[in-house]
């Protein structure tokens, strides 16, 4: 079974550090990876999303990823309390029948600290 | 541009009755996602819409679930009759590419069976 596995947290850390979110999946052949922050209640906001090996950066948000290690993270620099949510990684995998699906962890908690 | 909109946002009805659910997806994106995350447990792919077509619905739990997508523009969700474990929130995403395009997310809809 594909799985995508994330530590559920909660992750504190204070106002100003960097927080950082890991991931790993199980599909060798997954091409794409995307990071979505979702508050509470809320649905899912797409705020990165990564295909090559190595690092993406935007803004205060940096994409990382090891096709070999089956591993990507997320640095968030400078944590704001407003960062404060559940931050989930998602793998697109092929399903074999000409679709790709999203394939979620069950996402990591972050509290920013003021 | 308007996001992907979904409706009702809340529905509470008792087990054995019919519900449906509604998705508008982005407009010009061909593909369309729902997705159910049942509470504790991680967002789960449901079935994928290529245009009007079923591209995939491997996720979907029973043939309780049945899915539309008439003309290629917005998707119903029907759940007949529901159950108490079809208590969830469920999302609907599109997007431009199915393997390498970001899905964008709608707010869901609360769906409670009592």
């Known amino acids: 079974q594909k799985e995508v596995e994330q530590n559920s947290g909660p992750l504190s850390v204070p106002e100003g550090a960097i927080a950082s979110l890991n991931c790993t999946y199980s599909d060798r052949g997954s091409q794409s990876f995307f990071w979505y922050r979702q508050y509470s209640g809320k649905s899912p906001e797409l705020i990165m999303f990564i295909y090559s090996n190595g690092d993406k950066e935007d803004g205060r948000f940096t994409a990382q990823l090891n096709k070999a290690s089956q591993y990507v993270s997320l640095l968030i620099r400078d944590s704001q309390p407003s960062d404060s949510a559940t931050y989930l990684c998602?793998?697109?995998?092929?399903?074999?029948?000409?679709?790709?699906?999203?394939?979620f962890g069950k996402g990591t908690k972050l509290s920013v600290i003021p | 541009e308007a996001g992907v909109t979904q409706f009702p946002s809340h529905s509470v009805i008792e087990k054995g009755q019919t519900v449906t659910l509604r998705c508008d997806p982005i407009?010009?994106?061909?593909?369309l996602y729902w997705y159910r995350r049942v509470m504790g447990k991680e967002i789960k792919f449901l079935l994928h819409?290529?245009?009007?077509?079923?591209?995939?619905e491997s996720g979907m739990p029973n043939n309780r679930f049945l899915a539309e997508r008439t003309g290629g523009t917005y998707s119903t969700l029907k759940v007949q009759p529901a159950e108490l474990e079809d208590s969830g929130v469920y999302f609907c995403?599109?997007?431009?590419?199915?393997?390498?395009?970001?899905?964008?997310f709608g707010p869901g809809t609360r769906l409670t069976v009592l």
């Open positions: 998602a793998v697109n995998m092929d399903s074999g029948a000409g679709s790709y699906q999203l394939t």
């Open positions: 819409f290529v245009k009007e077509s079923k591209q995939d």
């Open positions: 407009s010009g994106h061909d593909n």
């Open positions: 995403a599109s997007s431009q590419d199915r393997r390498w395009g970001e899905q964008f």
